[in-house]
């Protein structure tokens, strides 16, 4: 079994890279790789740098030329749902591009001809992910998680995000990835933990909360890795 692990920061994979400790790097179309062997399995961890057009480079390297057969991603993402507070999990049921904007020929929003407006994850990585929660004694939430090139700050486009989608929480990279594992009909899971609202305070809280969060989110991806294992086993 081969998984990929992917984030866009590198203070989203540092705290993997501390965990799993050994590993060969391999540098490869501006990207560094670091493969990981781990109880009979291989783990390809890598950061994409922020953003859908890296994000879709690094997804589709992990499974084109590392070969992963899985990817779980792993960072950070602002709240939109008040549920949601800064620390809290969210994994995405579905994912869309708020950015994505053809309306000007009829389409809604996020929609391009041959494509759809939301990609779904994979069922079984959720499962799995409740299968943990559950175990260790966290709320994990998941929702729909819009994603696009941009660092939302403000409180109108975070409505308008909401009221277009229906979306829980936002970030930039987590649909770029669904498109790449959709297409290339590779299980997906996307989790984040919450840095910020989206809203004014957002840039300040993102500074405050990217290490704390990231560290929550990629303490869970571990978590998860084992439980993946182990059922392949
Ligand atoms: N990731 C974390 N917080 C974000 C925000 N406010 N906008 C876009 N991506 C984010």
Request: a negative charge; charged letters at 30%.
């Amino acid at each position: 079994m081969k998984i990929a692990i992917m984030g866009a920061m590198v203070e989203e994979i540092e705290p993997l890279l501390d965990y799993f400790k050994n590993y060969e790097v391999v540098d490869y179309a501006k990207n560094r790789f670091y493969l990981v062997d781990y109880k009979n399995s291989q783990i390809v961890i890598a950061y994409s740098k922020i953003g859908k057009v890296f994000a879709s480079l690094t997804a589709s390297t992990m499974i084109e030329k590392f070969n992963c057969e899985k990817l779980l991603f792993s960072g950070v993402a602002g709240a939109i749902n008040e549920e949601l507070k800064i620390g809290d999990l969210i994994v995405a049921d579905k994912l869309c591009q708020h950015d994505l904007d053809i309306t000007a020929f009829g389409h809604p929003f996020g929609y391009v001809p041959e494509g759809s407006v939301y990609i779904k994850s994979d069922e079984d990585l959720k499962k799995i992910a409740f299968l943990v929660a559950k175990e260790k004694n966290i709320i994990l939430r998941s929702g729909i998680i819009a994603t696009g090139d941009q660092f939302i700050a403000d409180k109108k486009r975070k409505e308008w995000i909401k009221n277009t989608f229906k979306a829980d929480a936002l970030e930039m990279e987590g649909a770029a990835v669904a498109v790449v594992c959709d297409a290339l009909n590779t299980p997906f899971f996307i989790l984040r933990a919450i840095s910020d609202a989206a809203d004014m305070d957002a840039s300040f809280d993102f500074d405050e909360f990217l290490k704390s969060s990231a560290k929550e989110s990629a303490d869970f991806i571990v978590s998860m890795v084992d439980k993946i294992i182990e059922g392949w086993k």
